[in-house]
């Protein structure tokens, strides 16, 4: 473990940057032509740790695949191209990697055993193995499939109508993949609606998948062609810099090349519920994924109720979100956000942990949290518990605190924005 010392940004945040490929995207990219037929090109993808996993784990399936920098090429020859592997599938810290791979592989017919980190092994799968089981896929892992190593022998699944019990885009898009492969038409039903990047996918990919309201259908025996990815900016990774522009005096920031996808803009939404000055000056929604630039200024901003519907949309940008309401004027509050508890970390507890080490006013709740605003924040030390996104929001805090902060564990900031420190050090004034 490593840790690097930050400092306050008294001149403030200005300039413009590009953020890196969608996280989200750049997995299903790799995926996703991992079972079509002919050469995938992707060009804008996520070099960060992550990613790299899905790609490790496709070529121990036997899948030819080709990297140079942020430009990925893959060989693909269908479902039936895979082979079993001849080692463990190593998802490292990806949680979308191990949940997706293992709807692909509960359709194969050969055995395969995924393994991941630490805080995978931590991670609830049953949300994911009793569906597959329900399928017709012979799934085990430790506690009855709970959690990691998980095996996994596939073939011969059956079409299931699968009523989600919570809100998840991993789960929704493993049974989706399944569904690709078994016999009949799968149907899920959310009970809120979640990212739709597999969905895109399988349409770019030339499939065919339904939707009406909050039901997703898709039929199995489906053959995917080629395609040609250009992967949009990740808003998950622009959020801390558009959190950055609106609470660090001072500051006016250009985000250019953003995904816009409505399932993902939640972000955007609070930061306009709060007051904050922030304009999409260019869209472009013809492609299969909508992108935009994003213009934000240091704004005065009120505090607000994030709950709800909203909740999906948003759920990886509550750590930067209560920051943003550590410098509103009054309360925000922060409900319905459940699945915050079994991310990389306990989310709730730990934003909460470190944000009070520097001085905020905050509180956790069963099922999210509680902050008082227009807090001034100190110096200290402070770890992201190997939580990216946790690493990101107190690498921001330390814009707007009065001393040093010494930020523990800051490597872990590689597995979505390799690149983090560069573009915060090119902003700073």
């Keep these: 473990m490593t840790s690097i010392t930050l400092k306050s940004s ?10 890196p490929g969608d996280k989200s995207i750049s997995h299903r990219s790799v995926m996703f032509g991992a079972i079509a ?31 140079e920098k942020d430009s990925v090429r893959i060989n693909g020859s269908g479902f039936e191209g895979l082979k079993e592997p001849n080692e463990i599938l190593d998802v490292g810290n990806s949680g979308t990697t191990i949940r997706l791979l293992m709807g692909i592989l509960a359709g194969r017919p050969f055995y395969s055993c995924l393994h991941g980190d630490a805080s995978i092994g931590k991670r609830p799968m049953t949300r994911v193995t009793k569906p597959l089981k329900q399928m017709g896929a012979a799934i085990d892992g430790r506690e009855t499939g709970q959690y990691t190593p998980i095996t996994i022998r596939g073939g011969n699944l059956t079409a299931i109508n699968y009523q989600l019990p919570v809100a998840s885009a991993q789960v929704k898009s493993a049974l989706l993949l399944a569904g690709l492969q078994a016999e009949g038409k799968t149907t899920i039903i959310e009970p809120q609606a979640t990212r739709d990047h597999t969905e895109r996918m399988i349409r770019k990919f030339g499939g065919e998948v339904s939707t009406a309201g909050r039901e997703i259908s898709v039929k199995g025996g489906q053959k995917l062609t080629a395609s040609v990815i250009n992967v949009p900016g990740d808003i998950s990774s622009a959020a801390f810099f558009l959190a950055a522009g609106a609470i660090v005096p001072n500051s006016k920031l250009l985000l250019k090349n953003v995904g816009l996808n409505p399932t993902r803009t939640g972000i955007i939404e609070v930061l306009q519920q709060m007051g904050a000055k922030i304009e999409i000056i260019k869209q472009d929604s013809n492609s299969f994924e909508p992108v935009g630039d994003i213009l934000v200024e240091a704004s005065k901003l009120t505090g607000t109720v994030v709950e709800g519907e909203l909740i999906p949309k948003l759920i990886d940008e509550i750590p930067i979100i209560a920051l943003m309401a550590t410098q509103a004027e009054g309360k925000t509050v ?10 990389e970390t306990n989310r709730i507890d730990t ?35 190997g939580d990216h996104r946790i690493g990101m929001m107190l690498s921001i805090a330390a814009l707007l605190c ?26 700073i004034q």
Excluded: R, W
């Excluded at 996520?46 to 030819?64: N, R």
């Excluded at 922060?334 to 991310?343: G, S, Y």
């Excluded at 944000?355 to 807090?375: C, F, H, P, R, W």
């Excluded at 902060?405 to 983090?420: G, M």
């Design 10 to 19: 008294i001149a403030g945040l200005n300039g413009e940057i590009s953020v």
């Design 402 to 427: 009065q001393g040093e902060v010494i930020l523990e564990n800051h490597e872990a900031i590689s597995v979505s924005y390799p690149n983090f420190f560069t573009h915060l050090h090119h902003l």
């Design 351 to 385: 934003v909460v942990h470190e944000l009070s080490k520097l001085g905020a006013s905050i509180e956790a709740t069963t099922d999210g949290m509680v902050i008082y605003g227009q807090t001034k924040l100190g110096g200290g030390t402070v770890s992201s518990h």
């Design 37 to 67: 037929h002919g050469e995938t090109s992707v060009s804008n993808f996520l070099p960060g740790d992550d990613c790299l996993s899905t790609i490790s784990c496709f070529q121990k399936l036997g899948v030819k695949i080709e990297v």
């Design 334 to 343: 922060i409900k319905d956000a459940e699945e915050l508890k079994v991310k």
